[in-house]
């Protein structure tokens, strides 16, 4: 039986990995594709639902859909637009579905997804961040299997899989340090978004590349590490390692430490996902070792990149805290992007949000209530809006 899947961010960075390893393993003829999404660049969108004879391809932006719908004109693919109909297209049947959109607007999809008791392959951290009891309770509810993509995450899955979790110590996740990892804290204050999304060792999409220049990324990492692998926020560490050729690491009691090394290359942690629990032959370049002159490592300084305190906060604060650290820090990146602030107001903006009496009320509100969640992500980023307008 052909299986079911939909890719969700199918014109981003993971999504067009993931497309490039469903076409090499056949495509359409082993996979029965049904939903695609994208949100502005119509021509992929487009051409990946001919390749794959997707059911339905969706873009996020509706002034975007008439030229969507000249595109497939020909076609028996279905178009649509807006939040909503992605929301729409994530209820339709499936076995696997990636979530791959950026952002908190990812929710729906990993909410669809696990809702069909189908995989899913979840490269959105957002989701888990923000709404990490909802997430985990709909797919315990619905049965679905959750399969971590992050590259560090899938590592630990990876590392964990016959271990004994009873007897596990500590999550060991290593962050490349990004490209400003020996940056003066004077330096880091003048540097240009162009400046902080070129990474050094992953290709990734912008956002996701400025995260990790102010390490917000694996901040985001260590809340998901906490909600996928229940332990406690002092079990996990961060631990910087240039060559990100370990993608992390686990620890037992008995002192025994696992690692996951490969060459940084997403195809690994999405085409674990898409074969599990096989394993099938990948198309990247195999680790040689004799290639290695060395693997470093450092601690992460609190000074220079406040994010990591920030995770920790949320982690023990708990409740809907995620979803304000992830809201106000989408918020204060837009700002980054647009020149309206700094690169290093943005983890300002984050602890201010963190501290507002306001937002502090709402963190208490019901965990599994995803109108509660929306409502108080609008309000984060209200928030953070009004201090960026206001100077
Ligand atoms: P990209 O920016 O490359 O791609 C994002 C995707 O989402 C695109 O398909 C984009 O469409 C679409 N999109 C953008 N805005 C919206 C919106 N408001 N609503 C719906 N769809 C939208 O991101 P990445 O692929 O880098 O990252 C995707 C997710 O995976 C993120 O959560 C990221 O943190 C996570 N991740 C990424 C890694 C990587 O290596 N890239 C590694 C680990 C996790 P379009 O391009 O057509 O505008
Ligand atoms: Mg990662």
Known sequence: ?????SIFGATGSIGQN?????QRQGGAKNYNVIALSGAANMALLAQQAIDL????????LPEKLPELQALLQNTNIETAAGADAIAEAATREINWGMSAIVGA?????SLGIARQGATLALANKESIVCAGELLLRECRKYNATLLPVDSEHSAVFQALQGA???ALQRIILTASGGPFKDFSLAQMQDVTPAQAAAHPKWDMGQ????????MFNKALEVIEAKHLFNCEPAQIEVIIH???IIHSMVEFVDGAILAHLGNPDMRGPIGYALNHPNRNPLPLEHLDFSKLSRLDFQAPDPTRFPALRLAYRVLETGGLSGAVFNASKEAAMDGFLAGKIGFLDMALLVEKALNDPYLNDQIAAD???????TKIDLAARQFVNALIKNG
């Open 105 to 109: 607007a990812g929710l729906n999809a």
């Open 242 to 244: 240039p060559q990100s």
């Open 18 to 22: 993931t497309v490039d390893l469903v």
């Open 164 to 166: 004994d979790h009873g």
């Open 1 to 5: 039986m052909r299986r079911k899947i």
């Open 207 to 214: 956002r996701i590349s400025i995260d990790s220049a102010t």
């Open 367 to 373: 965990v599994f209530s995803q109108n509660v969640i």
């Open 53 to 60: 004879h997707a059911e339905i391809a969706i873009t996020a």
